[in-house]
């Protein structure tokens, strides 16, 4: 009867242990997808404030081009300038965008996933 309660008590100690371990490994498992969420929203916070910066440049770059516009055509200095000038602008936005590292951004490499965020551009 002793030996049986014993066989018992021991029973009931390796189901507790087993499942402590699997608790555990639980929790290091939310902990792991905890930490991976985090890395993520790091990177879409750093991608917000690049397109930001870059909505306001380009901002920037279309008020420039109005106000030239505007002065060109009241100075008669003549059509083509304006068109001359237009096109540095749009050909400094296109180097501005190519130039950007967005396309290129490294992330934090996951076990089972992509190590960077490839950017489609719709043209």
């Avoid at 490294?106 to 950017?119: A, E, I």
Wanted: with cysteine; net charge negative; aromatic share 2%.
């Amino acid at each position: 009867s002793e030996v049986k309660a014993a066989k018992n008590c021991d029973y009931s100690l390796m189901q507790n242990q087993k499942k402590s371990n699997e608790i555990t490994e639980a929790l290091r498992v939310q902990m792991e997808v905890q930490k991976r969420l985090h890395e993520q929203l790091e990177v879409q916070r750093h991608l917000q404030l690049r397109i930001e910066a870059q909505g306001k440049y380009l901002q920037s770059i279309l008020e420039k081009a109005q106000e030239t516009l505007a002065s060109q055509v009241t100075s008669s200095a003549g059509l083509e300038s304006v068109r001359t000038e237009l096109a540095d602008l749009a050909s400094s936005v296109t180097t501005e965008c190519l130039n950007s590292s967005l396309s290129s951004l490294t992330v934090p490499s996951f076990s089972n996933g992509p190590s960077q965020v490839d950017l489609p551009i719709n043209d």
